[in-house]
């Protein structure tokens, strides 16, 4: 059988190959970026609501965020394949999502948002989507992440407004920025060594 | 002269090709995401890919989503065996068609 095989279609063959595992490489989920923006959106909406209007702050900062959010996973959709993981990631960050706005939109605009009981509610929150994420993800630095979210929610709950305010300042800068930052290092790192282990099927 | 390598038949098909390829890519892929990269029809698709599962290339999961069926595919370690197989193959094939 081999015999017959001209050279050309055996080139055509081993292209098909790179072309195929290009293809589902493009496929590596990237999610550190959501992470990071998320966080600049938390300091976005904390700063205006202290500067500015603070019934306004808050809602219209997270649905620009979520809508940001949208367009930009919508653009790399398509060439993604859909798995049960990937909509088990997503159906834990939408939830979240959806219940902090209309928990916090609730809570603003009937004049009970309390900086401590939001801050413990937004901590307890994102500590379960977390800890959800990285036991799905069986990441651990994920998991300290929801330990420190955890930790702040139980924090604001204890301790003073300067106290609070520090603590979820500080929960975002390391669960959201810092944590989105690595997540975007190890993913390229990651696809680094996809190539390099591919690269028996390009030499 | 060195006896030149026999190439897998089970992978040797274009389309079963390029599925193993993908597959080897992710984790995990659906039935359409794969029929999209592929092109191919539901019918030829889903011929080829029961010949890599008889092969056990791939594993097979199939489940309801919301009512609507999906099944999804991946690679095993035996499928990934032998694409690496096949491409060492088909090098050293190509290798003595230049040569020749």
Redesign the interface.
């Known amino acids: 059988?081999?015999?017959n095989?001209?050279?050309q279609e055996?080139?055509d063959?081993?292209s098909?190959?790179?072309?195929?595992?290009?293809?589902?490489?493009r496929?590596t989920e990237s999610w550190g970026w959501t992470f990071v923006l998320w966080g600049v959106a938390y300091y976005v909406a904390i700063a205006w609501a202290t500067l500015g209007k603070a019934s306004l702050a808050w809602p219209v900062t997270m649905v620009a965020a979520g809508v940001l959010t949208g367009v930009l996973a919508s653009r790399t959709a398509s060439k993604?394949?859909?798995?049960?993981?990937g909509?088990a990631m997503m159906a834990i960050w939408l939830g979240l999502g959806v219940s902090i706005f209309v928990l916090m939109v609730s809570l603003g605009m009937s004049g009970r948002l309390d900086e401590h009981v939001s801050v413990a509610i937004i901590g307890a929150m994102l500590g379960g989507a977390n800890c959800t994420s990285s036991i799905i993800l069986k990441w651990k630095m994920q998991f300290a992440c929801a330990v420190a979210w955890w930790s702040a929610g139980v924090a604001a709950c204890f301790t003073s407004d300067t106290v609070t305010s520090i603590t979820f300042l500080t929960a975002i800068f390391f669960c959201q920025i810092v944590f989105g930052i690595y997540g975007m290092i190890a993913e390229s790192s990651k696809q680094k060594r996809?190539e390099a282990g591919?690269g028996?099927?390009h030499? | 002269m060195p006896e030149l390598p026999e190439l897998n038949p089970v992978i040797h098909g274009k389309l079963r090709l390029a599925l193993l390829s993908l597959l080897s890519a992710v984790d995990e892929a659906e039935f359409t995401w794969l029929r999209t990269k592929t092109g191919s029809t539901d019918g030829n698709l889903g011929a080829q890919l029961l010949k890599l599962e008889e092969a056990g290339y791939v594993a097979v999961e199939k489940k309801f989503v919301q009512r609507k069926p999906q099944t999804l595919y991946r690679m095993t370690d035996s499928g990934r065996l032998a694409l690496t197989e096949y491409v060492q193959a088909l090098k050293q094939l190509l290798g003595a068609a230049i040569g020749a």
């Open positions: 059988m081999t015999s095989i001209e050279s055996l080139k063959r081993l098909l190959i790179e072309q195929m595992i290009a293809e589902g490489r496929t993604r394949p859909e798995t049960t993981v909509r996809s591919q028996a099927f030499a």
